[in-house]
Structure formats: C-alpha cells, structure tokens
C-alpha cells in the first residue's frame, strides 16, 4: 500500500521589517570637485558615475535630444584611441560602460572588479574630458540616432507622448521627449556637438563611487576623474509654464487604422523634495502601481480592456508629473478613460483603505532591501542624492518613514497631490472611430498637431 502524503496549504507568517540603514557615506573634496562614495565592505565589485550638470534642459532651442547624444557619444572614441581600441579597453578591464541623460544631468562610469576601479575612472576620464567627436564618428552615429527616431516615431505611443508633455509643460523644453524628434535629430551635427561639450561638460563635475572604500584611495580617484576641467557647473533655467489642462477636453493623436489606443492621462506634480514623497508613493502604488492595483484590477480584470494598466509619480529635481499609462481595445477607448477617471477621482476623494496601506506599505519595505543588494542599486540612490541635494541618510529615512506613515496622512496627500479636475487626457488612435465615443462620453475633442 503505498504512503500517503498531506499537503499544508498554509501560508507562513511574516515577521516585523527589521530597521533598514543605508551604507555609510563619505566625501572628499579635491581638484574642484566632490568624490561621494558609499562603503560596502568586503566587495569585491566597485560602481563610479561621474555626474555633470548637462542635462537636456541645457540644450540650446531648437536641439532637442543634443544632450543624450553628446553623452552617447563619449565611448565612441578618444583623442587618445579610436572607438575599437577605447572598447577593447573597456572590455580588458571586464567592465561594463554607464551612460545616462536626464533633464538636469549627465551620468558617465563603469561597474568593474573593484581592484581595477581607478584604471577605469581613467577611462572615464579620458572619454569626458577628450572626446573625439570626429566628423565620420558623429556623421554614422547621428544617422543611426534619426533612423532610430522614426522608428520610434512609427511605433504607437510615442507621439502620445509627446502630446501628453506638450499638454503638461507647454512650449517649454520639459514639453518635448528627453530624445528629441526626428525634426529636431536632423538638425544635430559635428558643430553643436563639440559647442554643448565645450560649454556644458567641462566643469569637474561630482563623482559618485560604492564599493569598499577602505581598499581605494577616493582623492587619487578624484583627481583622476576631475584632471583637465577647467569649466564652470551651471545649474538650467526652467521656463515656468502656469497652463493646466482640462479634463473634459480629450487630445487626440491620429492613427488610422489602429487597433488599439495608448492612453496618457494626468497633470504636472511636485518635485523630488516634497515632504508628502512617501505618501505619494503608497497611494500611487494602490492606484497604479502594481499587478494588483485598482487601475490594472479594473480595466484589465473586470473589464478585459487592456494587457495593463498603470499610474505613479515621477519627481524630478523642479517639477514632476502624474502618468496613467494603457493601451486599449480601440472599441473601448472612451469607457477605458472614462473609468481610469473615476479611479482617479474616487482615490482623490476616498483615499486607500487599512488593507491597501497594509498590503503596498509590505512590498515597498520587503523591495527596497532587495533593490539593495548590488553596488549598482547603492549607486542609483546616492546619485539621487547628489541630483537633488539630500542628506546623506536620506535613504535611511525613507525606509523608517514607510513604516511610520499612517492612514490619515497618505489619504490627505491623495486628496492634495491628485488634481481630477485637471487632468489632461490623451489619446493615440484611429480617430474616425474613436472621435464619436468621446464626444458621446462628454469630451471636448481637440486634434494634437505632433
């Protein structure tokens, strides 16, 4: 007779969060810039990002996408080795290249065996301060860059996009794509490439490094990194925009014969350093934020309009914005924006429930250890630090914060930071079909010149 066997369905319990404590941050000050670096004793892995204030907003009218261009450039070349031989060397290294561009800033550095870290920062270096930029080089790069752009332009989304930052930001630069447009790609050549450098990158800069800062020399790695800069950091001007969209006024983004309409609907919002963050983020994430929020659960599960649903906040350094985000059944378009509406309204109205508090407050505390573990993740948040000037612990701060922020103040910060009357709404879509539902839903349809 053979054994029987049981199988316990229960789940185990959780234990308390145990206290979460950011890695100890130290600073050094040398050949006119900041080395920051965060300890992680007994790594043998090492991440450095140089960061520069030459962010889009930097770019003069008219050039959008000349920042993260310039920044992509970098690695293509010295005037020390060509674009081969300068990926030879990084690849002799075992390391892996980092680039990014945002509105404010630049990001330049490598993750490496920690033994090889100032090798690398050489590298870094090398490409920051000397950079090539020769007319074959930026010639096939800009070609590749423009053929890109019309691929994203033909892809659906990106023109709703657009529209949706237009709707936000007005004519200001925060209303365009951190990319720029095929238009604007066009426009980019040797020239200005070589004059955002010149003017917008040779300043020292702040260099950013985890790993295990008793076995590296941060001032050697600081001159290494701010040798030959000589320039001037300058933080950009941000043109307000006072405009607010209207929610009763539907943008459309004409795709005839689509199958499908990509939704962006939502408002302007605060920056990085509003004392409502945390709150923001547990009821963004109940909203939007998840597999199982309200906006996924209702137009994907109990509606079947969409794969998903999604909404969160973004803060930049002066501004952010509010971004629901899905792709609907063409038929379904104005249903689908008229229930993402009502979420939004009745979160701003209701706020969450003990449950939901419970249940987001759980994941943020079980995924921010998790998210880490690697000297990479460290690094994402000690440059958000440096980006947006906050203390050193402020991550520290952040987890304590979580667990202590109570029912009462994330409902009062949905009922303050989520503006339901001023929502732009945007749509991406076959308008011969689409145009009639939303009139019938009582929009105002206005046509997107994008």
Known sequence: MSARHTLVAERPTGTEPRPYRFPEVRRVRVAGGEVIGAH???RSLAWAKLLMESGALHEPAGLDGLARITCSLLDEGSLDRDADTFGLAVEALGAQ???????ETQEVGVDLPADRLAAGLDLVAEAVR?????????????????RSLKTSWAQPGT???????RALFGDTRLGGLLGGTPDTGAALDAAAIRSFHASRMTAPGTLAVVGDLDTVDLAALGRIAFADADGVAVRADIVPYTGAPATKRAIVVNRPGAVQSVLRIGHAAAPR???DLIAIELFADVLGGSFGSRLNHLLREVKGYTYGAHANF????RSGSFTVSASVHTEVTA????????EIRRMHADGVTAAELAATRAHSLGSMPINLQTPGGIGGRLIE?????LPDDHVTHEYAEILATDLDTVNRAAAHHLRPDELAVVVEGDADRIVPDLHAAGFEVVSADV
Not at 134 to 143: G, I, K, M, Q, S
Not at 314 to 317: K, M, Q
């Open 40 to 42: 992680l004793p007994g």
């Open 97 to 103: 290249w980092r680039l990014a561009c945002g509105w």
């Open 130 to 146: 000397r950079p090539a930029f020769t007319e074959a080089d930026v010639e096939r790069f800009l070609a590749d860059h423009v």
């Open 159 to 165: 023109r709703a996009q657009l529209a949706f930052r």
């Open 273 to 275: 350093t509003t004392p």
């Open 314 to 317: 973004g803060h930049g350094r």
């Open 335 to 342: 249903a689908a924006i008229v229930d993402a509406i009502g």
């Open 385 to 389: 630090a440096i980006v947006h000037d």
